[in-house]
Structure formats: structure tokens, C-alpha cells
């Protein structure tokens, strides 16, 4: 019998499983998620475990990953009116309910893995940014609505934090997306800049590569600067994990300019010791500022 044929769970049965689910992929919660209210914190888990949910659909499961990716969105649906099934879904269905949160955001994140499926290229910046809408956009309108902010300019600035991050995910793993058939710097940038994509296949770090990667990374630290500004518009636990979110953003950044912009031989990312230093002195930051 398959999990969505099962008894239903019990609220707390499903709650225990979405905090299992985030903690057993814990390298990508933020630890300033450990500093979130205990009435916000199971919420967070419902929502990370949904969103870990669907990228595993897009990316890992074996199968018709369309056919399982509609499935997921006819239980989305049953979360919304009470009759789902899977764990994570129960817990997602009381969440939903309890802050009011719209549908729309879980349909971009399945759309966008739908997308994974058969965009591979992006010709313009204006068609990844597209995708970033889809991909990383709804995750900041979810963490907002879990802190009861609903109002378009926070969401505004929500979006160019977590198209930023989504960039910077993108560039530090060019190597590893070519690996899978993917390529998410814009046909155009590369066509702009006189770099090839056989160039690339070819992992050459040449100036040309170097000028290409130098611009995006000046793109995506542009929209970190700019969605900086939601720090001063929310409180608690939220200001601290979104300028955490942004300034270890910042510092993957600042990790592929010490590389000379070569992503492609060594993957830039910042060391267990860098995170908890980043939070610490962001705590004390904070603290000093409020």
C-alpha cells in the first residue's frame, strides 16, 4: 500500500516525521533555525519538508518524474481541504490552516521541478529569473507568512534575497549542474562575454569565463544588497536568519572571487567553522544594533 493510501497520521505522528526529514538534512537549514520560537519551529519543519519533498521528486526519483510530481500536487490539494494522507502533508494541511497561507507558493515550487525536467538552458536572464521565480521566490513568501507578513513589498524584497541565493547556488555548482545536463548561466551572457559552451565543457577558466562569472556574481550580490533592506522590516528570529541567509550568501560570493571566478576545478563553499563564526558575530551585531 502506498503512503497515500495509508491511515492518515496523527498531527503530532505527522510533525515528528517532517522534524526527522529536516533534521537528516540539517547542512541545509540555516542555524539560525535553531533560534526560532517553539509555536514557529514545527511549522518551519512542515514547510522545509515539503520543499525537500518535491526537489527529491525533481531530482532523485526513479520513474516517471512528471507522473510522480502530479501526484504530489493532487495531495498538495487534499492538504488544503483536510483529506491528505502523507505525513507531510497532514502536517503542511495545519500549517496552512493555522497561518493562512495560499496554495500558490507550493504550485511554483512543483512547476518548477516540472521545469527541471525539460528546460536544461536559459537563452535570456529574463527566462532564469523566470525560473528562479518558480524554484526559490515561494520558499521566502512561506517563511514571511510564517512570521504573519503578507504585504507585497516584503515579498518584493523577499524575492531578490532568494533569487540571490538561488544565483549563488547556481554559480558555485556550475560544474556539478554541467554534470547533469544542466547549464543555468544565460545562452546570452555566454554569447556577450565570447564564451562557449564547449569551453565549458571542456572546464576551460579562461578570461573570458573569468569576465562571464564576474558579472553574475556582481548580479547576484546586487540583489543581496537590495533585499538587506527586509532586515529593518521584520523582528525576532526572522531578522537574524535573513541576514544570515544574505551575508553567508555574500560570503560564497566573495569565496568564488578569492578562486579568480574558477568554479569549475574546486566548488566554493564555506566551511562549518565560517557558518558558526558568521552567526555568532551576526548575533552580536544584531544585539548591539537593537
Known amino acids: 500500500m502506498s503512503r497515500t493510501e495509508q491511515k492518515p497520521l496523527s498531527i503530532e505522528e505527522a510533525f515528528a516525521y517532517c522534524e526527522r526529514l529536516a533534521r537528516t538534512h540539517y547542512e541545509n537549514f540555516t542555524v539560525g533555525s535553531w533560534f ?3 509555536g514557529v519551529r514545527r511549522h518551519v519543519y512542515s514547510v522545509y519538508a515539503y520543499c525537500r519533498s518535491v526537489d527529491d521528486l525533481g531530482d532523485e526519483a526513479k520513474g516517471d518524474r512528471l507522473a510522480h510530481l502530479d501526484r504530489w500536487e493532487e495531495e498538495l490539494r487534499r492538504s488544503h481541504d483536510g ?3 502523507h505525513p507531510v502533508m497532514v502536517a503542511l494541511g495545519e500549517t496552512n490552516r ?4 495560499p496554495i500558490e507558493p507550493y504550485l511554483k515550487l512543483i512547476e518548477a521541478n516540472r521545469m527541471d525536467q525539460t528546460v536544461h538552458r536559459f537563452p535570456t536572464y529574463a527566462d532564469l529569473l523566470h525560473y528562479c521565480d518558480h524554484s526559490a521566490n515561494p520558499v521566502g513568501h512561506l517563511f514571511l507568512y510564517l512570521f504573519g507578513y503578507r504585504d507585497p513589498e ?5 524575492d531578490c534575497t532568494c533569487t540571490a541565493l538561488q544565483l549563488t547556488n547556481f554559480w ?3 560544474r556539478r549542474d554541467l554534470d547533469m545536463g544542466r547549464i543555468y548561466i544565460p ?3 555566454m554569447e556577450r562575454f565570447v564564451y562557449s559552451e564547449a569551453e565549458l565543457e571542456r572546464s576551460e577558466v579562461n578570461d573570458a569565463f573569468r569576465r ?5 556574481v556582481a548580479r547576484a550580490r546586487s540583489l543581496f544588497e537590495e533585499g538587506l533592506q527586509l532586515v529593518d522590516m521584520v523582528e525576532g528570529a526572522a531578522k537574524l536568519d535573513i541576514k544570515l541567509f544574505s551575508l553567508g550568501g555574500m560570503r560564497v560570493l566573495d569565496a568564488i572571487e578569492r578562486a579568480g571566478y574558477d568554479v569549475l576545478s574546486k566548488r566554493p563553499a564555506l566551511s562549518k ?8 558575530s551576526t548575533m552580536v551585531k544584531l544585539k548591539l544594533a537593537g
Open 98 to 101: 493555522r497561518f493562512q497561507i
Open 212 to 216: 562571464l562569472m564576474a558579472f553574475e
Open 83 to 85: 483529506t491528505a494522507t
Open 273 to 280: 567553522r565560517e557558518k558558526i563564526g558568521l552567526m555568532l
Open 154 to 158: 516584503r515579498q518584493r524584497l523577499a
Open 187 to 189: 545562452m546570452e551572457d
Open 36 to 38: 526560532l520560537p517553539r
Open 172 to 174: 558555485q555548482d556550475v
